[in-house]
């Protein structure tokens, strides 16, 4: 049965309510616990990619793996770091530089011609991660790409029956806030094997903040 938005909304107000004020701006984190499902079984298993009405961040870093023409127009698009294949080259020999980059690093975009590179020097670090990355065609509008995935946040159900990803910031409307959620909830209410009889209690909470009930 779905929630509905007023629901969320109360929630998501009584989440800043119930927190500390910080002298930082709270990221907002969505709970969801699945029931149902067997995770031994890898194609119930989720790593999703969900793009969300607004941005969950303030800050998105990204990472796009690219030469020649699209490595400028990445460039332009403001993303925090383009990497050609001379640098994919030096990385391939510097493992710890490597893991930093990752570490630090929301979402990673790769030209397609340079996917057998970047799996071959990220791979086994991205993948357990599941931060492998979205590959791009040369021809593709790299500003609408970034600008996409500014606005996403990451679903990954992998060993427990429970996920947890960002929806938005403190200092968002709440109404930006439940959207964000209704939206990542009907995705996988579509994804899930038995839909939304998969998803159990849900809860939203600040950075410091204690679980917000919402169902």
Do not use: W
């Not at 427990?160 to 968002?172: A, H, I, K, P, R």
Request: positive net charge; contains cysteine; glycine residues 6%.
């Amino acid at each position: 049965m779905p929630i509905d938005k007023k629901t969320i909304i109360n929630a998501v107000i009584d989440a800043k309510k119930n927190t500390q004020k910080r002298n930082f701006n709270q990221s907002i984190d969505l709970i969801i616990n699945l029931i149902g499902i067997d995770l031994k079984k890898p194609e119930n298993r989720i790593n999703e990619l969900i793009e969300l009405p607004y941005p969950p961040r303030k800050k998105t870093e990204i990472v796009v793996f690219a030469n020649s023409e699209i490595a400028l127009r990445a460039k332009d698009a403001g993303v925090e770091e383009v990497i050609g294949k001379e640098e994919l080259d030096r990385l391939s020999n510097d493992k710890k530089s490597a893991k930093n980059l990752v570490r630090k690093t929301d979402y990673f975009i790769a030209e397609a011609s340079l996917m057998p590179l970047v799996g071959r020097v990220f791979g086994p670090i991205l993948g357990p991660r599941g931060k492998m990355p979205t590959p791009t065609p040369p021809t593709a509008d790299i500003n609408s790409v970034v600008k996409k995935h500014r606005r996403m946040t990451r679903v990954r159900v992998r060993d427990q029956l429970n996920s947890q990803c960002n929806v938005g910031t403190e200092d968002m409307p709440d109404n930006y806030v439940a959207e964000n959620i209704q939206t990542i909830i009907t995705r996988l209410e579509e994804t899930l094997p038995k839909g939304s009889k998969n998803i159990g209690n849900v809860f939203v909470k600040t950075t410091m903040g204690p679980l917000t009930k919402i169902r």
